[in-house]
């Protein structure tokens, strides 16, 4: 009989250890999107759709079909329609060449920004990548949608940009993806060659995405319907 009353006692701690944790989860989510409601500019959005924008990283390159992170964002995201506009090679000056067609014409309610890889590697001034990202955000943000601007940094590599995203994100109002390569480059078992990630790299940039921009997706929510 005492064993019996001890495993009772112990389920019914764990219950309640389960259930302060979730309330501490719940409070802090809270708190978060709270300030999300002031610091992102757009958080009303009416757009519909989550518009991915970038290069190869974005294009999927060095995955197979249903591999890129797009894919994987998609089913965490769903119902959210999520569109894939991504071109490998492809710098900033390119990208804002069509950036009317593939994503503002596109009704966005959320664009994500994954640029200056390949303006490094082509060592373009660094002041021209951080001018052209600044007119991506403005259009997209006159065009009335949220903008996640990623943070092209993984360690030392583009560690001269990581504080002027930041600062760029901090100026616009926009949610910022922290270090999306980040663990990636330097894991062999997560790349498919030198640059691009694999399956599984994309799988982890999915979650990266995912997390930095869902708490505002669920305010945008709420703020819609208010109205």
Not at 49 to 72: K, L, M, W
Not at 106 to 126: A, H, Q, S, T
Not at 205 to 223: D, H, R, S
């Amino acid at each position: 009989m005492v064993v019996k009353k001890s495993k009772a006692h112990n389920k019914k701690q764990k219950k309640r250890i389960f259930i302060y944790n979730f309330t501490i989860c719940i409070l802090i989510f809270t708190f978060f999107s709270g300030c999300i409601a002031q610091d992102i500019t757009n958080i009303d959005s009416k757009g519909k759709n989550v518009i991915c924008f970038g290069d190869s990283i974005t294009a999927g390159e060095g995955a197979g079909p249903g591999e890129a992170y797009t894919v994987y964002l998609a089913k965490k995201l769903a119902p959210y329609p999520v569109i894939r506009s991504g071109v490998d090679g492809e710098i900033t000056t390119e990208a804002l060449e069509r950036i009317q067609s593939d994503v503002l014409d596109k009704d966005p309610l959320l664009v994500i920004i994954e640029y200056g890889g390949n303006d490094f590697l082509r060592k373009i001034p660094l002041e021209k990548t951080l001018e052209n990202l600044e007119k991506m955000i403005k259009f997209c943000q006159r065009k009335g949608a949220m903008v996640a601007l990623c943070e092209m940094r993984a360690g030392i590599i583009m560690k001269e940009y990581s504080p002027l995203y930041r600062k760029l994100a901090r100026k616009y109002k926009t949610i910022v993806v922290s270090n999306l390569l980040s663990g990636i480059w330097s894991n062999p078992k997560l790349l498919s060659d030198v640059v691009h990630p694999n399956a599984q790299g994309y799988e982890l940039i999915a979650t990266k995405v995912y997390w930095a921009i869902k708490p505002a997706l669920l305010k945008n929510q709420i703020e819609r319907n208010k109205t």
